[in-house]
């Protein structure tokens, strides 16, 4: 790892992960979600609910736990930009970036490449 990355990294992982108990997966969507973190989803679903949302608002998976994408969904209508951001059809994980600095993916347009496989057409 570069010493530039090892040194965002040192910065980022712990920020994130305090504030927004980051995974760190390397695309943050978090302006898209409402400041929640959807790889807390037990399912790590990226474009919304499944269909095990409890009645109370609750996880299907934890019952005790409010589901993230409720909690994204009440975020979104609380930020002062990006609420219709909520609304983005997010691609594919890339579980390569795993690990990895979104800052530096952000900069670099990394976070942007969708994963070989999914472009847009390629269904046979
Ligand atoms: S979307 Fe990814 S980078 Fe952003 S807070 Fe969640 S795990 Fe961290």
Redesign the pocket.
């Given at each position: 790892m570069r010493v530039l990355e090892r040194l965002v990294l040192a910065v980022e992982k712990p920020l994130?992960e305090a504030v927004?108990d980051?995974?760190?997966?390397?695309?943050?969507?978090?302006h898209s979600t409402g400041l929640s973190?959807?790889?807390r989803c037990p399912k790590n679903l990226r474009n919304g609910p499944c269909g095990g949302v409890r009645a109370n608002g609750n996880c299907e998976v934890f019952p005790d736990t409010r589901c993230v994408w409720v909690e994204a969904w009440e975020g979104s209508r609380r930020l002062p930009v990006f609420k219709d951001h909520i609304q983005h059809l997010q691609k594919p994980m890339d579980w390569q970036l795993q690990g990895t600095s979104?800052w530096i993916n952000l900069v670099n347009g990394r976070d942007q490449v969708t994963p070989r496989g999914w472009e847009s057409g390629g269904h046979r």
């Open positions: 994130k927004w980051c995974r760190m997966c390397g695309q943050c969507i978090l973190c959807p790889m979104s």
